[in-house]
């Protein structure tokens, strides 16, 4: 038996409870995972709440990342005993996750553990330090060096942005952090941001084309904040978009594509390519500080989860937060 969080959903709400569940009572997959720690991302938030419809199915285990031990594997790319990581495919939407004790997955979805990392370092990164490193990645195959000017990170408190702020800060770029939350000013500080910017500013309606202030952006909000960060952005420069915290909808001009140069660069983790994340996890585990897991991450248990879901959706959340499904 194995402690496991669970979605249900009764009458349209969504409910979670921690259950006790059997190993058979696991989906079908090659590799079993004693997990050792998930992380709580906005997606996960919304999940856990029914904010959003991200659950596609009940009951659910939730958690869209997770790090652990192979337990038993049927595939030859992993044996008993092996560290490893999961972020995306679908994991805790379609198919459950990481808020147990214990997963069962395709051989497929799991990266191994790269060296430097364990389960603890791995998610404090999570999926949003995946996804902060691909936009980074991004935003350098677009030609945006340190040299080019500065660069914009929107949502900069939460967990993609913080990860973000930081690995552009190590590769010495100018970081300016928006954030709505003027108390995180000395933490994103110490992260590496040189200047910020209210999240109120950036929700003003932007003009087709603003004054240009970005060599390139990493945008985690989308609606009216990326419409004004496009409009904002220097000739030649490069967008590289995330998530739609403020919203999906993004109602802007072809002016910033056409009369500037600009480029908005899409960045998925989910689907993303085993060789393209693996090689994101490498710089990862290369080039984080050690310091950066004690700055970014507090870990919580199982029952906390619930509490922690509602904060993260209201915008309440700094930092990382691991989920400890053994405590």
């Known amino acids: 038996m194995f402690n496991a969080l ?15 569940l059997e190993v058979a009572d696991l989906p079908v997959g090659e590799v079993l995972v004693d997990i050792a720690y998930s992380s709580l991302n906005y997606k996960d938030g919304l ?19 997770f790090a652990g031990t192979v337990v038993e594997s049927a595939s030859d ?29 395709k051989a497929d979805w799991l990266v191994a553990m790269p060296a430097g ?36 990170v929107t949502g900069a408190a939460g967990g993609v942005g913080s990860v ?9 770029y100018h970081v300016v952090a928006v954030t709505g939350r003027p108390e995180t000013h000395e933490f994103l500080g110490k992260l590496g941001a040189k200047e910020f910017i209210a999240r109120e ?29 496009l409009a904002e952005m220097d000739y030649g420069g490069a967008v590289a ?9 993004l109602h802007t001009t072809v002016m910033p594509f056409i009369l500037r140069n600009v480029s908005l660069r899409g960045v998925d983790s989910v689907s993303c390519p ?32 619930p509490q922690a879901a509602r904060d993260i959706v209201a915008g309440k959340v700094q930092g990382r937060i691991l989920v400890d499904p053994n405590l």
């Open 47 to 65: 999940a856990v709440t029914g904010t959003g419809k991200i659950i596609r199915s009940f009951p659910m285990v939730p958690g869209i990342d």
């Open 274 to 305: 085993l060789s393209r994340r693996t090689q994101a996890w490498e710089h990862l585990a290369a080039e984080l500080p050690e310091s950066a897991y004690a700055d970014l991450g507090k870990v919580i248990a199982l029952a906390d989860v």
């Open 77 to 105: 790319r992993f044996q008993p005993g092996d560290a490893v990581i999961l972020t995306g495919w679908g994991v805790g939407e379609r198919f459950w996750g990481g808020y147990a004790q214990k997963a069962r997955v």
């Open 241 to 249: 978009a995330c998530g739609l915290a403020n919203s999906h909808e």
């Open 164 to 172: 973000a702020v930081q690995l552009l800060a190590q590769r010495g």
């Open 117 to 152: 990392l364990d389960a603890h370092k791995a998610m404090t990164i999570g999926t949003a330090g995946l996804t902060a490193m691909l936009c980074v990645m991004t935003l350098e195959e677009a030609g945006v060096q340190p040299s080019s000017g500065k660069v914009l």
């Open 6 to 20: 669970l979605l249900d959903q009764t009458d349209g709400k969504t409910t979670a409870a921690i259950r006790q």
């Open 201 to 229: 500013t950036m929700l003003q309606p932007a003009r087709p084309l603003e004054s240009q202030c970005w060599a390139g952006a990493v945008d985690v909000a989308g609606g009216s904040i990326l419409a004004r960060v």
